[in-house]
């Protein structure tokens, strides 16, 4: 039973993280169509949103 529960942990946190890179990606998407300052788009481990500068920019 141990086993079916940690490959159950395993299969989430796998499933969490495509999750997170895709709606980071749709949000790095959807921000650089409506602006055109030079920041990106980052979520935190809570799922917060925040703008950090772009070197350079």
Do not use: C, T, W
């Not at 159950?8 to 895709?22: A, S, T, W």
């Amino acid at each position: 039973m141990r086993y079916q529960i940690d490959r159950l942990k395993l299969v989430k946190e796998n499933r969490d993280e495509v999750f997170r890179k895709q709606l980071e990606q749709q949000i790095e998407e959807l921000y650089g169509q409506i602006s055109f300052k030079a920041y990106l788009p980052r979520l935190s481990d809570r799922y917060e949103l925040s703008l950090v500068e772009v070197a350079g920019g």
